[in-house]
């Protein structure tokens, strides 16, 4: 049987020992941060031509220069490629910088068409049944045998030329609206098709027919929608015989350069281009002539530098022959999203395309759209709305990076027309906002004077809400402005109406005025929108609202204190609005509250809040939302402070742990604020508590111990035990700190096998091996209960360690049974390593008795027979890398932590050196430098009986 002795340790010898070596630097001396000087050397290498550059280009001595630097001197090839290419780059620039002066280029700011497709698409619906022409093709639009003669193939082509519009068609009538974008969206495929296999006559043809889809408005709601699609198909058109016709220009192996000039163009190419220009021309109908031609605009970048220039005059001009008002503008609208791809620098042709309109705007109102719109049963507010696309669309072509004399030219032209609302509407919606804002007061003239003609005002309010929560309006202007918009908005009857403009409105006030004017705007939404439960079809526009109040109102004081404002969230009723609500409420808060607090006010209105999301949480709620929830209510927790006002705080957190009793997120972080409570109690009163505080942080304690059963994950429950236990023995509470070490020993036998790591299952042992770490760590100052025994707490550990059913090929409990050597060779000390403050540990309680010692080294003496037993079953199963390693790291703590000079000690230490190498399975770079640093020890005074030792070592090769 071996007889286990602990060696004796010095621990602030030891400690000594270990620090670095202290140095004094003087100022001129070298010192870690000071800058490296590299002086440059002279002499040369004899048989290296390349060196004899390298003292040419260094810099002048004084200077610091930089090691890596100097080494490359400037000849590195991305420093050579600089230098050449320099000077060239910056001329380049210079040029475009000049070039750019006079021309306008889009930006990222301009908003593009894609951006507009899918609202429009989604707008513009319709129930009615629609109609299509299908382009069937025909026989002479296949491609001739390879045996044809070429006059063949042309007197075909140009047969195909005469038949563009007479080719064979197929009508399909009563079409869903679903069914008709299937059929556009097959034509578009049609196209691609036909091109790939060089049909291009037959993609001609397509492209026509779709144009001519265009000019009719017999389904007049569902315009916008159609334009939208069939202009895809154009666009695609377009792109095809543009690619088409630049890769003429160039060979296989290289591409047309983004600035070519038509010069460099090949006649080829520019004959095939004319050739199409001419094919378009021969097409007989405006509608798709027009299109079809602005679909190719950009290929006049083939003929000529003013192709484009010269064509949107053309093009312009052409749509004055288009009778109806509604497909005009659309063409227009085309022809400004084309002329802003290829030339947006040609400005004077869009406001001349726009100017057009603005000419023959009357025509809305003539008396063959009014027979149209009776037919159709569409009332002018809704046909109104139908040009609204059309028209912002021109208006943003027009307006972008536009002076803003302008703006001043539209208001006068908008007022040639009557105040006309939809226009009105569309200029607000385009020019930039600091240049309506400036004018929010004529605007406001111009809205009241307005001729409404089914478009109604509170939409131009809104209109100019959404400009003024973008820029400011004069400060005289303010209150005149919301007065003057809350008059016609507050008269509305339609909710909706109401509602979509008031959304607007309350960022302007929020942004202006104090909490007053917006409770007074909060009390009218409410009043509107109660009635009738009209809230619950508004939900997304109320919850704008708190969003734009919120974020203006950063102080929560001022916030709540606004009368109208908890009333105004009882409008969600449903409850996941209402929780999303209250989400954005506390992330508000959390991002915004720089300082802790205890106003009453914030804390009411937060607790209901909390207590709101809290409540929403039952079986289905996802873990990612329970998490969520958790972190935006201990956001709030960690915010909550009441000074020195201790037992405030602490009926706070017990307060708050009642109502947030389903999070278990909420429960730790419960728990973790009054362990931290109990420690700022212990540091106020500097570790000397009173009666009153010693009572106080029992109660502390109390708290975590009949809070920490509740929670369901065993591993939280063990870390919080402890910790608590840590606490409470911070506090001199011992009796309850037992309580707490003695329930995470009972806890140690219901920890899972496997636990869930990120969705994934894993062993549980090395979470137990790192959290009884941390337990033996703690016990070493735990001081003896008198009326428990010798350890008692040790011992029970041990006990429950025995009986846990580890893994069948796991040493974990062995490398438990070390750990536990290394803390009961540390409890045989005359004094310990650390203390707690005002707790006396075995070391004070004992004071070496000689009993107590011998009641531990028993304890080891049974473990390294554990350890013993368990190496053998190693040896038996075949498992000898284990065994090898498992040798040595027993070795290891005997060597620091054992008595060597005992004989029976020593000797099991030379026999687990030699069983770690006996099978050729040893660490021998570890074992080699083990014995250096035992043959080094020895040479120390009271070392001196390693060197027995070493000499009873032997090191083995692998051979």
């Keep these: 049987a071996t007889q286990w002795r602990s060696r004796e ?56 220069a930089d090691p890596l630097s100097s080494v490359l001197d400037g000849t590195d090839p991305l420093s050579l490629f600089a230098a050449t290419t320099t000077e060239p780059v910056a001329s380049n620039v210079e040029g475009k910088r000049k070039k750019n002066e006079t021309e306008v280029y889009v930006g990222s700011d301009f908003e593009p068409w894609s951006s507009k497709r899918g609202e429009i698409l989604a707008r513009y619906t319709t129930t009615e049944k629609l109609s299509i022409n299908l382009f069937m093709g025909s026989d002479r639009g296949k491609p001739t045998n390879t045996g044809s003669a070429v006059s063949e193939k042309v007197r075909t082509r140009l047969e195909e030329l005469d038949d563009l519009e007479e080719g064979s068609q197929k009508e399909l009538l009563n079409l869903t609206q679903q069914d008709y974008i299937s059929r556009i969206e097959e034509l578009n495929q049609s196209l691609k098709d036909s091109w790939a296999s060089d049909q291009k006559v037959k993609a001609l043809k397509i492209v026509i ?101 010269e064509s949107l005059p053309r093009l312009t001009s052409m749509i004055r022959g288009i009778g109806d008002p509604l497909v005009a503008v659309y063409a227009r609208a085309y022809l400004c999203r084309v002329g802003m791809e290829v030339a947006p620098n040609a400005k004077e042709s869009l406001n001349r395309n726009f100017f057009d309109f603005l000419l023959t705007f009357k025509l809305i109102h003539s008396d063959t759209v009014q027979n149209q719109l009776a037919v159709q049963a569409v009332e002018i507010p809704i046909y109104l709305t139908l040009y609204s696309p059309a028209i912002d669309w021109m208006l943003r072509c027009i307006a972008y990076r536009a002076p803003e004399t302008l703006l ?13 609302a939809l226009l009105l509407n569309s200029v607000m919606s385009a020019f930039r906002a600091d240049f309506i804002a400036t004018r929010s007061m004529d605007f406001i003239g111009m809205i009241k004077e307005c001729d409404e003609s089914g478009f109604p005002k509170h939409l131009l309010f809104r209109s100019l809400g959404l400009n003024l929560a973008l820029a400011d309006p004069h400060e005289n202007d303010r209150l005149q402005i919301l007065n003057e918009a809350w008059k016609v908005i507050t008269k509305l009857r339609n909710p909706q109406d109401y509602i979509n403009c008031a959304e607007v409105w309350v960022e302007y006030t929020c942004k ?18 109660t009635p009738d439960r009209a809230y619950e079809d508004a939900y997304q526009q109320l919850q704008s609202v708190i969003t734009k109040v919120i974020t203006h109102f950063q102080d929560f004081s001022v916030l709540f ?22 989400k954005c409420i506390m992330e508000a808060f959390i991002r915004h509250q720089q300082e802790v607090t205890k106003d009453p006010v914030i804390l009411n209105a937060l607790l209901h809040v909390c207590k709101t999301m809290h409540d929403s949480v039952n079986a289905l709620t996802l873990e990612d939302e329970k998490r969520t929830l958790s972190n935006l209510i201990n956001g709030f927790i960690r915010m909550v402070s009441f000074g020195r006002d201790f037992e405030q705080q602490l009926s706070f957190y017990v307060e708050t742990r009642s109502m947030f009793c389903n999070l278990e997120p909420v429960l730790i972080q419960l728990i973790h604020s009054v362990n931290h409570l109990a420690m700022e109690t212990k540091k106020v009163m500097k570790g000397n508590h009173s009666r009153k505080t010693a009572s106080f942080v029992r109660a502390c304690v109390a708290f975590s111990f009949i809070t920490i059963p509740s929670l369901t994950s065993v591993f939280t429950r063990l870390n919080l035990y402890l910790l608590s236990g840590q606490v409470a023995l911070a506090n001199q ?7 707490f070490f003695k329930a995470a020993v009972s806890l140690v036998p219901d920890v899972p096998k496997t636990i869930n790591i990120d969705g994934k299952m894993r062993s549980s042992e090395p979470f137990l091996l790192e959290f009884l770490a941390n337990f033996f760590s703690t016990l070493l100052v735990v001081p003896d209960h008198p009326e428990q025994g010798v350890l008692f707490l040790v011992r029970g550990l041990l006990n429950v360690i025995e009986d846990y059913t580890w893994e069948d090929n796991s040493d974990d409990k062995v490398r438990i049974y070390t750990s536990v050597l290394h803390l009961l060779a540390a409890l045989s000390q005359e004094s310990y390593l650390y203390h707690v403050s005002k707790v006396d540990s075995n070391d004070n309680l004992y004071g070496g008795d000689t009993k107590f010692l011998a009641e531990i080294n028993r304890l080891c003496d049974t473990l390294i027979g554990q350890i013993l037993e368990h190496l053998k079953t190693l040896g038996k199963e075949k498992t000898l890398k284990r065994q090898s ?11 620091a932590h054992g008595d060597l000079r005992n004989n029976k000690l020593n000797q099991l230490a030379v026999n687990l050196w030699n069983l770690a190498q006996k099978h050729g399975f040893a660490d021998t770079k570890t074992m080699v430098k083990t014995l250096e640093y035992i043959k080094k020890k020895s040479k120390e005074p009271e070392w001196s009986h390693f060197s027995d030792l070493a000499a009873r070592l032997p090191l083995q090769s692998r051979t």
Excluded at 512 to 529: G, S
Excluded at 561 to 582: G, H, I, N, T
Excluded at 885 to 895: D, E, W
Aim: aromatic share 10%; charged share 25%.
């Design 9 to 64: 340790r010095n621990y602030p010898e030891e400690l000594e020992s270990w620090h670095l070596e202290r140095v004094t630097v003087e100022n001129e001396d070298y010192h870690p941060l000071k800058l490296i000087t590299v002086t440059e050397s002279k002499t040369k290498k004899v048989g290296r031509k390349e060196s004899t550059s390298s003292s040419s280009s260094s810099s002048s001595s004084n200077s610091v």
């Design 209 to 309: 027919q779709c144009s001519k889809l265009l000019s009719d408005t017999t389904v007049i709601q569902f315009y916008p929608s159609k334009f939208v699609l069939i202009t895809d198909i154009l666009d695609t058109f377009g792109k095809l015989v543009y690619e088409r016709i630049s890769s003429m220009c160039t060979d296989s192996r290289s591409l047309l350069p983004a600035n070519f000039s038509p010069e460099t163009v090949n006649d080829t190419a520019k004959e095939t281009c004319l050739n199409w220009f001419f094919k378009i021309a021969s097409i007989r109908e405006l509608v798709p002539r027009f299109y079809v031609e602005a679909a190719i605009l950009k290929c006049n970048t083939f003929l000529s530098k003013t192709g484009i220039s």
């Design 408 to 420: 001043t030219e539209m208001m006068e032209r908008c007022k040639k027309q009557g105040n006309n």
């Design 512 to 529: 202006h005025f104090t909490k007053r004017e917006v409770n007074t705007i909060l009390a009218d939404i409410i009043k509107h929108m």
């Design 561 to 582: 204190s606004v009368e109208k404002f908890l009333p105004f969230l009882d409008m969600f009723q449903k409850e996941s609005v209402r929780v999303e609500v209250c």
């Design 733 to 739: 509470c011992l009796s309850q700190a037992d309580a």
């Design 885 to 895: 390693y498992l040798a040595l790291l027993i070795f290891n703590s005997i060597l």
